[in-house]
């Protein structure tokens, strides 16, 4: 299998790497020093990469988008995560949604989406399955057992629908001006056959945002509850069929997930491989320099072996992606499970080499630390994605 990147994704990544260099680096540090979890986010930044295409870069050509392909995604994705993670998942948030907007909607619909989100910087996307009760569960569901997954009901009422229940840590909940909800239509059965779509314009009556989380990763990233009170939505935003959230199958939406964030990974191991490597050039321990001493090398060695088995399994994913038939499928979940342990221990070493007491070269290896601990958390803990040879059992 061939990895070389052909002339537009190259470009495409150069965009990007510069864009990284210039303008998020410059940033990451000090916002994700902020206290206050809704004074992290900046528009300035969100606007800059949206002139450059790359808020957008999930929309196909019919609606004015670049229309690129998974690889190019991946690549991006891992230039701009170097620069910082959590910024770069503020793009590709919005790339995720446009890819279920084209999967799921119809040309009516796609245009009344896509045409605001494409005209205004300052338009972002989000999506909520996520409940108090129902993380893991959404995902990987028992498939007969009705009680599990979501609760936020949905209750058809004349030519539309009423939404009651609470949404938590949603992106952009509270700064999206479109969110694709989630809803259970049919509680009596299984998540999997009873859960439909309803695409939510924010500010929406009947819809609050609480609490916005305060965590330790991602501090850029918003993530916040979303509290529905007979919020009303009408037919027309009915994403894709009644009950039918979560019985399609494949689709760009599906595709994208985990070579999402294992693409984000990429860059972060990237950006952990850069500093340790530049740290130990210029340390000195114990008279002699971290870089001539044999357990630091051991550990460099690591950091630089992990980062690149996982880049080589990420292009590999996404030139399946690209790709017509499932291969990817499997693959994408183990890569995902991959991602998790990689950045984990890449970003651990970096903060070992750092030691914690030298300001701000610590306080960076420290973010990333912080910032690899969401891959636990992430699209279903990490504990329940193990189960993902599933997809080879059947
Ligand atoms: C930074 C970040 C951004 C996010 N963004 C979004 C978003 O935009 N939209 C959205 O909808 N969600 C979002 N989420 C939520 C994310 O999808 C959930 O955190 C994830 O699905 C895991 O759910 P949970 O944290 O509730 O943990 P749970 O799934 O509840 O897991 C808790 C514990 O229970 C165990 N467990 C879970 N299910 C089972 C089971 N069936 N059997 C046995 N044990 C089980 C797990 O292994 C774990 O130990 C985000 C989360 C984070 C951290």
Redesign the pocket.
């Known amino acids: 299998m061939e990895f070389r990147l052909n002339e537009e994704q190259r470009a495409w990544q150069m965009i990007a790497r510069k864009f990284a260099e210039d303008e998020i680096r410059k940033i990451s540090v000090a916002r994700d020093a902020i206290e206050d979890p809704r004074a992290t986010f900046d528009w300035e930044i969100i606007r800059k990469g949206s002139e450059l295409g790359l808020r957008t870069l999930g929309v196909p050509k019919v609606w004015g988008g670049p229309e690129v392909d998974f690889t190019t995604q991946a690549v991006v994705m891992a230039e701009l995560a170097r620069g910082d993670s959590a910024i770069a998942?503020t793009f590709s948030?919005c790339w995720k949604w446009c890819h279920l907007i084209m999967d799921r909607c119809t040309p009516e619909q796609q245009e009344r989406y896509l045409k605001p989100f494409i005209a205004d910087h300052a338009f972002v996307l989000?999506?909520?399955?996520?409940?108090?009760?129902?993380?893991?569960?959404?995902?990987?569901?028992?498939l007969d057992a009705p009680k599990?997954g979501l609760r936020l009901s949905g209750v058809a009422d004349g030519d539309g629908w009423r939404l009651n229940g609470e949404?938590?840590?949603?992106?952009?909940?509270n700064i999206a001006k479109l969110i694709f909800v989630?809803t259970r239509t049919n509680p009596e059965v299984a998540v999997r056959q009873g859960t439909t779509i309803f695409a939510v314009q924010m500010p929406h009556e009947g819809v609050r945002v609480g609490k916005v989380?305060n965590?330790d990763?991602?501090r850029f990233?918003q993530?916040a509850e979303l509290i529905f009170e007979n919020a009303r939505v009408a037919q027309s935003d009915m994403m894709g069929k009644l009950h039918g959230a979560m019985s399609h199958h494949g689709g760009k939406n599906a595709k994208f997930a985990e070579l999402e964030y294992s693409a984000n990974a990429v860059g972060v191991c990237d950006a952990a491989v850069e500093m340790a490597m530049r740290h130990a050039r210029s340390e000195t321990r114990g008279g002699r320099p971290l870089a001539d001493q044999q357990t630091v090398q051991l550990q460099l060695s690591e950091m630089n072996m992990v980062t690149e088995a996982l880049r080589s399994f990420m292009l590999r994913v996404a030139t399946e992606s690209d790709d017509e038939g499932d291969e990817h499928f499997a693959h994408s979940h183990f890569l995902m499970n991959f991602a998790t342990e990689a950045i984990q221990r890449v970003c651990n070493l970096n903060q070992v080499i750092h030691g914690y007491a030298d300001g701000r070269a610590s306080a960076a290896a420290d973010k990333l630390v912080r910032d690899a601990i969401?891959w636990t958390?992430?699209?279903?803990?990490?504990?329940?994605k193990m189960k993902a040879v599933s997809f080879l059992l059947k």
């Open positions: 998942k948030q989000g999506g909520g399955i996520t409940e108090p009760n129902a993380g893991s569960d959404n995902r990987l569901p028992p599990t949404k938590c840590f949603i992106a952009n909940a989630f989380f965590k990763g991602w990233y993530n969401i958390h992430i699209a279903g803990d990490a504990v329940q």
